[in-house]
């Protein structure tokens, strides 16, 4: 919307990085335990991490730098590491970078004009100096089920303190105690948060951890696994933000499988609590806005910014009003 310099978000599947790619602004999630997670709500606690979303790579590097730091009085999640000015090194050459493209990025489901965009973008980096190296991530397609039980599963303990009594809203009129809980939980959530909330126990109930969420996490394990098997042939990974570019409010009908099928690129990399970041690059559909999704390895935001920075300095969609908004 253009109404202010930069703002914060807090990203757990993706919640900075398609939001920006959706609206043609730069977003980043930085790696978990960089920057304090006091004072959000917690939904899934070993996912949730606040980052910045601005116009520019430049901008999200100021925020940044002003976020990121310890914070154990508050924080239990937060990393014991100093400051660091994520701006020195923005203008770095590229010359030799390695950027690893996983196939598994660009198969079947990904829109033509999606990967029309990433490919251009690519193609710039190779002009500044990058290396383009084939990889795999080989888990991929299993981060959405992974994800969609040890997210719901946290956030079933998580906003059991939401109840009317300790935190949320209150119900008006009630019967007793129980019934102010039922009433204060029905009114107070929405749908999707209910349906988050009932898998979630579901998962951890007697008879069904074992079978869902011990498994979810050791294929979690996993696929954090298979990105440390990937950066031994390159220093960062590139690919596309979402399938496809925004959809039009309803036009899934109201099915949340196909919301969460939209989360298939950016889900990876945070079961794996790595930095990553959206850069604007180009349009498709309807004048959308395409976003390039960029991911590093542990504590390596400046790597991720230095990119983006460079990439908006060979390019200007970062600064273009999306004709389809």
Same mark, same amino acid.
């Given at each position: 919307a253009r109404l202010a310099p930069g703002a914060t978000g807090t990203d757990t599947g993706g919640s900075i990085r398609q939001p920006s790619a959706f609206c043609g602004v730069t977003g980043i999630k930085p790696t978990y335990g960089r920057a304090s997670r006091h004072g959000m709500i917690a939904f899934a606690s070993s996912l949730d991490q606040a980052g910045a979303i601005a116009r520019s790579a430049e901008d999200c590097a100021l925020l940044l730098s002003?976020?990121?730091?310890?914070?154990?009085?508050?924080?239990?999640t937060s990393l014991d590491l100093?400051?660091?000015?994520?701006?020195r090194s923005l203008n770095d050459a590229l010359n030799g970078l390695r950027i690893g493209v996983p196939r598994e990025f660009f198969g079947e489901g990904l829109s033509a004009d999606v990967r029309a965009a990433v490919d251009a973008?690519?193609?710039? %980096? +190779? $002009?500044?100096? =990058?290396?383009?190296?084939?990889i795999s991530l080989? &888990?991929?397609?299993?981060?959405?089920?992974?994800?969609?039980?040890?997210?719901?599963?946290?956030?079933?303990?998580?906003?059991?303190?939401?109840?009317?009594?300790?935190?949320?809203?209150?119900?008006?009129e009630?019967?007793?105690?129980?019934?102010? %809980? +039922? $009433?204060?939980? =029905?009114?107070?959530?929405?749908?999707?948060?209910? &349906?988050?909330i009932m898998i979630g126990t579901?998962?951890?109930?007697?008879?069904?951890?074992?079978?869902?969420?011990?498994?979810?996490q050791k294929i979690r394990r996993m696929i954090a696994d298979d990105f440390q098997q990937a950066f031994k042939s390159c220093d960062l990974i590139a690919g596309p933000v979402a399938p496809t570019v925004a959809w039009k409010l309803g036009a899934h009908g109201g099915d949340p499988l196909a919301d969460y099928l939209a989360d298939i690129f950016t889900l990876p990399a945070s079961l794996a609590g790595?930095?990553?970041?959206?850069?604007?690059?180009?349009?498709?559909?309807?004048?959308?806005?395409?976003?390039?999704?960029?991911?590093?390895?542990?504590?390596?935001?400046?790597?991720?910014?230095?990119?983006?920075?460079r990439l908006q300095q060979a390019t200007d969609f970062h600064l273009r009003q999306p004709e389809g908004i």
């Open positions: 002003a976020m990121c730091g310890p914070d154990p009085d508050r924080d239990s100093p400051p660091e000015d994520f701006t973008a690519l193609k710039e %980096y +190779q $002009k500044l100096g =990058a290396k383009l190296v084939d080989p &888990r991929t397609e299993l981060a959405i089920p992974v994800y969609y039980i040890i997210a719901p599963a946290e956030a079933s303990s998580n906003l059991s303190r939401f109840d009317g009594v300790r935190y949320g809203h209150r119900a008006k009630y019967a007793d105690l129980q019934d102010l %809980y +039922q $009433k204060s939980r =029905a009114q107070g959530f929405g749908d999707e948060v209910k &349906r988050r579901y998962v951890l109930s007697h008879g069904y951890y074992d079978a869902y969420y011990l498994q979810a790595l930095p990553c970041m959206s850069v604007p690059a180009g349009f498709g559909e309807g004048g959308m806005p395409v976003g390039l999704q960029l991911i590093c390895n542990h504590l390596q935001e400046a790597r991720l910014l230095n990119a983006a920075h």
